[in-house]
């Protein structure tokens, strides 16, 4: 049986840092979130009689290579192969191949797609399609491969993770779908290259800082606002609060111990330049930044064409990723090999 799926990267307007379970996987927090056109990874799984599990990954621009279990991420991996297998009582060994269109660990998402993708293939190649239909379920199945993130690009459009309390309690819903608001995300990347601390490794350390429980707290109320500002699409109310939750994540990753600092000389400039732009213009874009020193830039679409062009002049911006909301996982009917 062979079987290909694309899924989405997505940026979250509301982050999920911090676990309140690390065996499945729970959020602190809700999280919510936009699915990128931009950014996709296709995964390709074949079951059937081979001597063991092969998985080849391909980065953006790099050439396929054997994965190898020597980290946390490759780990979740296989561990998911192996589960999946077992829920199927199942005995075949698998193929895969998955490639991404972008640059991998470098705060844009990449585990999002490709656990996703992943995920959705092992379900449907081992015959259990009724998991794969069932988006809730999906989504449930997608959380224990350990990103959290990767559960919100289940769903195209806009997506809230919900923290749940255990493992039929805990999953993604879709706010609105693809179609519901034209917002676009700009990418503006700044160092393509892999990030130094994952942030599978960085999230068990969240509760090591000072600051995580105030953020916890502070952002309750965010929670709420940003999900009615998508219902309304309303962005002079959903802007400031993607920018607050953003500036709230990074205060509590530098403060944990040990701190992880992920902004680049480019990250901060970007970011103040925006905040000029709307100050001195009333250009309404807002950055927002996860795991990584590339910058997300957020507006609506008839302001894109402005702000793209004002981040093409900033000396740091190696290259801009231009992203509108889109489908989430999906079925596709050519194969990686
Ligand atoms: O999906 P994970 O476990 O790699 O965590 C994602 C963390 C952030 O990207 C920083 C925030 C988010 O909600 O996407």
Same mark, same amino acid.
């Given at each position: 049986m062979k079987v290909s799926v694309v899924s989405p990267a997505n940026i979250a307007f509301i982050k999920y840092w911090g676990r309140a379970d690390h065996q499945i996987f729970l959020p602190r927090n809700n999280n919510i979130s936009m699915t990128m056109s931009g950014c996709a990874t296709t995964t390709t799984v074949e079951t059937g009689n081979f001597s063991s599990d092969d998985v080849q990954v391909k980065f953006f621009e790099k050439e396929y290579t054997v994965l190898e279990k020597d980290s946390i991420k490759a780990k979740n991996i296989f561990d998911q192969i192996e589960r999946i297998r077992d829920l199927a009582k199942s005995s075949q060994r698998v193929r895969i191949k998955s490639e991404n269109n972008f640059p991998a660990d470098a705060g844009i998402a990449s585990s999002a797609s490709s656990f996703s993708a992943l995920t959705a293939a092992l379900l449907l190649a081992f015959g259990l399609n009724e998991k794969f239909e069932d988006k809730v379920e999906l989504s449930r199945q997608?959380?224990?491969?350990?990103?959290?993130?990767?559960?919100?690009?289940?769903?195209?459009?806009?997506?809230?993770?919900?923290?749940?309390?255990?493992?039929?309690?805990?999953?993604?819903?879709?706010?609105?779908?693809?179609?519901?608001?034209?917002?676009?995300?700009?990418?503006?990347?700044?160092?393509?290259?892999?990030?130094?601390?994952?942030?599978?490794?960085?999230?068990?350390?969240?509760?090591?800082?000072?600051?995580?429980?105030?953020?916890?707290?502070?952002?309750?109320?965010?929670?709420?606002? %940003?999900?009615?500002?998508?219902?309304?699409?309303?962005?002079?109310?959903?802007?400031?609060?993607?920018?607050?939750?953003?500036?709230?994540?990074?205060?509590?990753?530098?403060?944990?111990?040990?701190?992880?600092?992920?902004?680049?000389?480019?990250?901060?400039?970007?970011?103040?330049?925006?905040?000029?732009?709307?100050?001195?213009?009333?250009?309404?874009?807002?950055?927002?930044?996860?795991?990584?020193?590339? %910058?997300?830039?957020?507006?609506?679409?008839?302001?894109?064409?402005?702000?793209?062009?004002?981040?093409?002049?900033?000396?740091?911006?190696?290259?801009?990723?231009?992203?509108?909301?889109?489908?989430?996982?999906?079925?596709?009917?050519?194969?990686?090999?």
């Open positions: 997608v959380r224990l491969c350990g990103s959290g993130s990767a559960i919100r690009s289940v769903y195209g459009g806009f997506v809230e993770f919900l923290t749940g309390h255990d493992h039929e309690t805990s999953y993604a819903v879709q706010i609105a779908d693809e179609n519901y608001w034209d917002l676009v995300d700009l990418v503006a990347v700044v160092d393509p290259e892999k990030k130094k601390i994952s942030s599978s490794e960085c999230h068990q350390l969240a509760d090591t800082s000072p600051y995580f429980e105030t953020r916890i707290k502070e952002m309750q109320p965010r929670i709420d606002i %940003v999900r009615q500002a998508i219902l309304d699409r309303d962005f002079r109310k959903l802007g400031p609060e993607i920018e607050r939750d953003s500036n709230s994540l990074h205060i509590v990753m530098m403060t944990q111990i040990p701190a992880a600092f992920y902004w680049a000389p480019g990250t901060i400039s970007i970011m103040k330049s925006i905040m000029d732009w709307r100050e001195d213009d009333d250009l309404q874009a807002y950055f927002t930044i996860d795991a990584g020193a590339n %910058v997300h830039v957020i507006c609506e679409k008839k302001d894109a064409v402005e702000v793209k062009k004002r981040l093409q002049n900033n000396e740091y911006v190696k290259w801009i990723i231009e992203n509108k909301p889109c489908a989430g996982t999906h079925i596709i009917s050519e194969h990686l090999f």
